[in-house]
């Protein structure tokens, strides 16, 4: 598949991204996760990513969330390519679960990986909803607790779950020359911080942050000139040029 979409794009003026989701695989859950080996299949790893679920203490799986993201992230540097989290969520906004997000947010900064919580919108008939207890649908709660939050059984909008929306809303950086070797964005005080090496001059740092300019979040940069903050819908955008080789510092 991958070499047919490399094929078809061949003449065009840039790459695709192409995300890989691996899986348990039914026949041998022993093996674990399974990702995989673009170079066993004859497929460059160039602008191949590896995009693996990790529902840890929301879907008991017998890990720790960082437990399985240091496991994904060894199989997926061995294999030479990233990892971008294909999923990740949950669904309720207990004190305790809130807790979980916000280390599953730390320990993803950690790592500088992007991804994709589960979900966006669910509605009441939605089959995730639905579920058999001894032969008998139970139907789903009275909320579908989602980044949009639904009331059941009619779907009636209760809004945006700000609980959610605010640790995912955190600082990150969109793009970033070099490779990011620290990483640190706190949903609650606002403050983020990124470090990267092996930049090379000129290279273009691009910022977004919830936060306003100045006050309590003023910008202060190592290595970087022409550091423009933008005002936008929520917040700013910051960017910056790497000034030479070698390593710079945002926060």
């Not at 093996?31 to 995009?51: E, K, Q, W, Y």
């Not at 540097?77 to 809130?98: I, Q, R």
């Not at 709660?141 to 909008?157: A, F, K, M, V």
């Amino acid at each position: 598949v991958v070499t047919a979409i490399r094929g078809a794009q061949a003449d065009a003026p840039f790459q695709h991204l192409v995300f890989i989701e691996p899986a348990l695989p039914a026949a041998d859950l022993s093996r674990g996760i399974v990702v995989p080996d673009p170079v066993a299949a004859g497929v460059s790893t160039d602008n191949l990513v590896a995009s693996v679920h990790n529902y840890s203490e929301s879907i008991p799986n017998g890990f720790t969330i960082e437990g399985l993201n240091e496991v994904v992230d060894g199989l997926t540097a061995a294999l030479g390519v990233p990892n971008w989290g294909g999923e990740y969520g949950f669904w309720d906004t207990e004190p305790e679960t809130l807790v979980k997000a916000r280390r599953y947010a730390a320990d993803e900064d950690r790592l500088a990986w992007g991804g994709a919580w589960w979900q966006w919108r669910q509605s009441c008939g939605d089959p995730h909803a639905v579920r058999w207890s001894g032969g008998t649908v139970v139907p789903p709660d009275s909320e579908q607790t989602h980044l949009n939050r639904l009331g059941c059984p009619d779907n009636e909008d209760l809004g945006p779950n700000d609980a959610f929306l605010d640790i995912l809303g955190r600082g990150y950086p969109r793009a970033a020359p070099g490779r990011i070797t620290e990483l640190r964005s706190d949903p609650d005080s606002g403050f983020m911080a990124i470090t990267a090496t092996a930049a090379e001059p000129g290279g273009e740092l691009v910022v977004w942050t919830p936060t306003s300019a100045g006050g309590d979040h003023p910008v202060t940069a190592r290595n970087l000139n022409n550091v423009v903050e933008t005002v936008v819908p929520g917040g700013r955008i910051i960017t910056a040029t790497v000034a030479a080789a070698g390593d710079y510092h945002l926060w």
